[in-house]
């Protein structure tokens, strides 16, 4: 059983996260973080990353592990913290607990014989985190345009966890909501939840109907020639990672306006985000 964890870096999530598992009972230590009151003093603040590493069985990233590829994600501390650092220091019985790790760090892990684990692709995770970025996208689609979303023309683009969620959210608003769709399984189901289907092929059609247009997909679905036609005080909100479902390019050129809101479980509701985070840590350890 892994019980000596270190949590490296990451944001307010992570903070959270470091408290919650001392109160499981697991021995915990932090590092890569500027301000150390944050944690529970059951967590052992660690001066350096050698002295954490050696303490631990486990290390937990942020999420994602990493903006750069090369340095771990520690938005709350002034410090850089290299992977190749990292996983000198990592003995080959401890684990790596990371998230959205690209090939080349993987292989890093591999030629360093670190064993890896990325969270991000647990189920459990992937689906509750889709109830705090649909929150955190409906705040932001009421705080950024001057109608109620009941009775407005909602465009989802596609009909993943997000997007099952979010249509379902829109509808008991009020909206008219339509789905974008490659599948036909998932227009059939779009079909029975009430909603207006869209194949991906004619996405484009009736796109100056709508009043606001959401996109889950982390590849351009709205090409060029849609921006012409869509609606001056339409808003479109960016929900998914880079390079998103929107042509920025094409968006600016044709003045529409387009919100970039990638993440929004660590911003919006960093406490439930982690209690999520938690549940699939303790998971993956007891599999382990």
């Known amino acids: ?65 990493t903006i750069d590829q090369i340095t771990l994600n520690t938005p709350l501390c ?35 014989d670190v064993q890896v684990v990325d969270y991000f692709k647990r189920e459990e995770l992937m689906v509750l985190n889709a109830i705090p970025t649909v929150e955190g996208a409906l705040e932001i689609a009421m705080r950024e345009t001057e109608c109620t979303i009941h009775s407005s023309n909602c465009l989802v683009l596609g009909y993943g966890r997000i997007g099952k969620l979010l249509a379902k959210s829109l509808k008991s608003l009020g909206a008219n909501v339509y789905v974008e769709a490659r599948s036909k399984s998932d227009l059939s189901w779009i079909k029975a939840m009430g909603y207006k289907g869209i194949n991906i092929r004619n996405v484009d059609y009736g796109i100056g109907h709508y009043d606001l247009i959401f996109n889950t997909v982390p590849h351009t679905i709205l090409k060029s020639p849609s921006y012409s036609r869509i609606k001056p005080d339409c808003v479109l909100i960016e929900l998914a990672s880079s390079p998103g479902g929107f042509d920025i390019g094409e968006a600016e050129k044709h003045s529409v306006r387009v919100i970039s809101a990638p993440g929004l479980p660590g911003k919006c509701a960093p406490g439930s985000a ?14 382990l």
């Open 1 to 65: 059983m892994y019980k000596d964890i270190l949590v490296l870096g990451g944001d307010k999530r992570n903070i959270n996260l470091a408290n919650l598992l001392c109160e499981e009972g697991y021995n915990v230590s932090v590092f890569g973080f500027d301000d150390m009151s944050l944690f529970s003093s059951k967590a052992e603040r660690r001066k350096n990353l050698s002295d954490g590493v050696e303490s631990c069985d486990v290390v937990i990233s942020g999420l994602p592990s």
């Open 78 to 112: 002034c410090e850089k913290i290299y992977f190749y650092s990292l996983f000198d220091l990592m003995k080959r019985n401890k684990i790596f607990l990371g998230a959205k790790m690209d090939d080349k760090l993987l292989h890093m892990a591999e030629v360093y």
């Open 274 to 287: 982690a209690v999520y985070l938690k549940d699939t840590v303790v998971n993956i350890l007891n599999e």
